[in-house]
């Protein structure tokens, strides 16, 4: 049996039950009873006041079938009502703050391609523009005096060819800003890697790990499978760890987690001692 929190559980479902907030469900109702209900509302406060609670009730009033018409108060027991006190309502779509709306794009499309090449860069292209929240912005992403430069970046979405990253003198501080910048990055063109590239596998684990450590959303394009990138150089016996992340890190438990910003849920595991 699933388990329901108790502000969830006891949630009101009627106007008349929301305690504190009488002058939101009166003016509410008043608009309602004279239909006069605005094209939208924006609920603001801080978190534990009723915001969720008075936008579900006012959909429910909004769309309750006990009449023909929206009512001041739902009730309850109409199919419409029903479904939407279950979350099953195809009308009412709530998007909670701790879940992404991208989510949904994202378990409907490839997060890893191989193996680089046009194909692949179109499907990546594809994804960002449908990750994008926002027009376009300046690719040169300044980190602590230097600039990182991304093939594109749109609001909380930022893509980067792989050398960009890891081909240079980066730091895992470097990762740690972008993981706090960006919910969504995309990385095109993960070589397989080598003894040769072995200061590139080391950056890549930095990158993978910082970015797993802030469920960072990771989308890429690579020259071979996971497994196969980095099979024969120095501490490539320890690879396997940042292939499992890879693996996780497309799986819908990872992607439905909230992108960790500024207070990180544990230390990033790259930074540890």
């Not at 801080?46 to 915001?51: A, D, T, Y």
């Not at 199919?79 to 195809?90: H, K, L, T």
Request: with cysteine.
């Amino acid at each position: 049996m699933s388990y329901t929190v108790l502000a969830r559980k006891y949630r009101p479902q009627r106007f008349s039950e929301v305690i504190g907030q009488e002058h939101v469900t009166r003016t509410l109702q008043n608009a309602i009873a004279q239909g006069r209900s605005a094209h939208g509302y924006i609920f603001s406060g801080h978190r534990g006041i009723g915001k969720t609670t008075v936008a579900r009730i006012l959909a429910a009033a909004l769309n309750c079938r006990s009449k023909d018409h929206p009512v001041p108060e739902p009730c309850g027991v109409c199919e419409s009502c029903v479904e939407i006190r279950a979350g099953n309502s195809v009308d009412v779509i709530e998007i909670d703050a701790g879940i992404d709306y991208r989510l949904r794009a994202l378990t409907h499309m490839s997060t890893y391609h191989t193996p680089t090449g046009p194909t692949s860069e179109a499907a990546l292209r594809r994804a960002f523009e449908a990750m994008a929240s926002g027009p376009d912005e300046d690719v040169h992403i300044a980190i602590d005096g230097r600039t990182i430069a991304a093939k594109r970046r749109a609001g909380s979405v930022a893509w980067f060819d792989f050398a960009a990253l890891c081909a240079g003198p980066r730091s895992q501080r470097d990762y740690l800003e972008l993981a706090q910048r960006f919910a969504v990055l995309l990385v095109s063109g993960i070589p397989r890697l080598s003894a040769a590239t072995a200061d590139q596998a080391r950056r890549f684990t930095w990158l993978v790990d910082i970015l797993y450590d802030h469920h960072v959303k990771l989308l890429a394009s690579a020259d071979a499978a996971a497994e196969e990138l980095y099979v024969d150089g120095p501490n490539a016996q320890d690879f396997p760890r940042t292939v499992s992340r890879l693996i996780e890190m497309r799986m819908r438990d990872y992607m439905a987690l909230p992108h960790a910003t500024n207070e990180s849920p544990r230390e990033p595991t790259a930074l540890r001692a």
